[in-house]
């Protein structure tokens, strides 16, 4: 079949590069469900019958995984430049991209379960072994659907109260799962998140991310990439996510960003010297770590304040640089931004002393001269202002200047002593110091190993938002990032599942409501208020799991295995009376607790939002009434 395949494909010149028939272009436009590919596979029966399914009513469904494997197989266009001509991602056994992987990984022993029993902070060694499931797409169907939240509290300056009423700019704190936190707030926040910050662990073999097999890295980049994904769906067009990490999986993790987010939207990976003395260990002492910045297509970066500025020119309003009133991101055109485009009329006989002349909306005599944005690559560009604010600037903060090719181009006279953020970090603001000891100082014992320090949680904020805008952090470890937001005037959603997240994180924000002086807030003038909203995801048979992970004595895993086999949550896979208490007393108790954990239906570790009214769950009128605020129907 594969030579009347690529017979078929190859009457076709788009499928062609230098006419020869292209796997990648293949690939690329079958991804895109490509009208002209669909309609060349569908014009022959037997290779229509291979690669479509056909419905009760006729009508043929592409299977786009099964042409994809097809295209891979390595006898498919031997002599085809590669597999994937300009693409280069990370593997998975079936010979594709770890970000076509549509599995999910749901148990990880590291912020994906609960800690030991009585355990409060993530640095504590365990000596259990832990394992994760991999879980096939027909066993998701309800795995990611939104769930219910409950023990709704909301904290302000006068302290803990009842929660009435969920507001549109509410600070939420939720615990749970994150994966599955972020997918319940999909509904209520997707493409609305301006910044995300993460934090997550960084695969160092000291940072509890263990398992009892050979395949740490992949299984972590997997635990990564499902989190990525709805991470994107998150922020808005103009939204951009930063990853804090170090050397341990930075080269594996940027591509496999590359692969979610599009090579064309990394912007940076910004090193940062957070510990200036380095770390005595490997050969060469570490003193840095890494934060990857992608964005999404309308992203435009703040820039930062530069206390060293010096202006080229001036006039009787101050100091000024100038920068081009033209939008050169291409990604801004007529097309989606045609209020953008308008003429702007230069008077030729106002060159005042620095080179500058005078600009109107207005064509008159002297006004003589129409300038309006240039083409780039074909495309006709944008201003970056209305032409109100343009109206409101004009010879005071915008002016023309003559190009040297006899062209005019429209100036903006910036004020500001801002520069660009730069790819390297060195003050004291960012030293990791300074977050252990803010963490100290707020509690008077060292509560959490190695927090962020607030010096460089705040330069991210600047750099990626505005005041109102919404800031996530789905590894909200200590808070950081939540008490900076919250001092900075932005709206923050924060989500952590350790026992910490009530301990350290809420009693942390308690504090900033109530003025605390530490980290940025003398830098920002914070002198308390505000409030947030905490919230759960409501457990179900992850009560089940976390009694079973908190067990010491195999009298109580014997209790519980009788339990489960008469529970609602038993997976549809197990099959009760096959289940001997004989045999599987037999098993050792780090043996008896797999078992337990494997005959979870992991579709049952929290409570569906679609089960709400069911009585069994004995949930309340008014966090019923919450839940459906919070979903958008009521």
């Known amino acids: 079949m594969k030579h009347e395949l690529e017979q078929i494909l190859s009457k076709n010149p788009k499928f062609l590069v230098d006419d020869v028939l292209n796997k990648n272009k293949l690939a690329e436009l079958a991804r895109q469900y490509s009208p002209d590919l669909l309609n060349q596979l569908m014009s022959n029966e037997t290779i229509a019958n291979h690669f479509f399914s056909k419905l009760q009513d006729g009508v043929l469904v592409f299977k786009k995984d099964i042409f994809l494997q097809f295209l891979n197989n390595k006898e498919f266009l031997p002599d085809s430049f590669t ?35 009585g355990q409060t902070k993530d640095d504590v060694k365990r000596q259990e072994i832990f394992f994760n499931e991999t879980l096939a797409p027909a066993e998701i169907n309800r795995l990611l659907d939104e769930k219910v939240l409950s023990n709704f509290k909301r904290y302000d300056k006068d302290g803990e109260h009842e929660v009435k009423e969920l507001k549109d700019r509410d600070n939420l704190i939720i615990k749970g799962n994150n994966l599955l936190a972020l997918h319940s707030l999909k509904k209520r926040f997707a493409e609305k998140v301006k910044l995300i910050y993460i934090d997550p662990p960084y695969n160092t073999g000291s940072d509890s991310f263990g398992y009892n097999d050979n395949f740490n890295r992949s299984t972590w980049l997997t635990f990564m990439k499902n989190r990525l994904e709805i991470a994107k769906a998150m922020l808005s067009n103009d939204g951009v996510i930063f990853i804090h990490l170090d050397n341990n999986e930075v080269k594996y993790l940027g591509i496999l960003l590359d692969e979610i987010f599009g090579r064309e939207n990394f912007v940076e990976l910004v090193t940062v010297v957070n510990n200036p003395r380095g770390r005595d260990y490997g050969g060469i002492a570490n003193m840095h770590e890494f934060i990857y910045v992608y964005k999404k297509p309308f992203a435009e970066l703040n820039l930062v304040d530069d206390p060293n500025k010096q202006f080229k020119y001036s006039d009787e309003y101050g100091g000024f640089d100038i920068r081009e009133l033209r ?188 003025g605390e002086q530490g980290g940025i807030s003398k830098d920002v003038n914070w002198t308390g208020g505000g409030s947030f909203v905490y919230c759960e995801l409501k457990n179900d048979a992850q009560d089940f799991k976390n009694t079973v992970l908190e067990a010491r004595e195999p009298e ?79």
């Open 83 to 117: 597999a994937y001509k300009t693409k280069i991602g990370l593997g998975t056994p079936d010979r594709n991209y770890l970000s076509e992987n549509k599995e999910v990984v749901l148990n990880f022993p590291y912020k994906d379960c609960v800690l030991e029993g």
């Open 327 to 514: 939008n050169r991101n291409t990604a801004f055109h007529i097309g989606n931004r045609p209020n953008l485009v308008y003429p702007i009329y230069v008077d030729p006989a106002s060159e005042d002393e620095s080179g500058f002349y005078k600009v109107s909306e207005m064509q008159t005599e002297n006004y003589s001269i129409e300038v309006l944005p240039k083409k780039s690559r074909g495309i006709q560009t944008v201003w970056r202002w209305g032409k109100p604010k343009f109206i409101e600037n004009k010879n005071i903060n915008v002016m023309a200047k003559a190009m040297k090719d006899g062209g005019w181009s429209i100036q903006e006279k910036y004020r500001k002593s801002s520069v660009m953020a730069r790819s390297v970090w060195w003050d004291k603001d960012v030293n990791s110091e300074k977050g252990t000891i803010h963490i100290q100082e707020l509690f008077g014992e060292k509560v959490f190993m190695f927090p962020k320090p607030e010096g460089t949680i705040k330069r991210i904020i600047e750099i990626a938002t505005n005041e109102g805008d919404i800031v996530l952090d789905f590894f909200m470890g200590s808070g950081t990032t939540a008490a900076v937001a919250h001092k900075m005037n932005r709206q923050y959603i924060g989500i952590e599942q350790m026992d910490y997240i009530e301990t350290v994180s809420v009693e942390r924000l308690k504090k900033v409501i109530d």
């Open 556 to 634: 109580t895993l014997s209790q519980l295995f009788e339990q489960a086999k008469k529970s609602s949550f038993l997976s549809y896979r197990v099959d009760p009376k096959k289940l001997k208490k004989s045999e599987f007393e037999k098993l050792s108790l780090a043996e008896q607790k797999q078992v337990l954990l494997e005959l979870v239906d992991n579709n049952n570790l929290y409570v569906n939002y679609s089960e709400i009214d069911d009585s069994d769950y004995g949930i309340s009128l008014e966090e019923k009434k919450l839940n459906r605020e919070f979903y958008g129907e009521e």
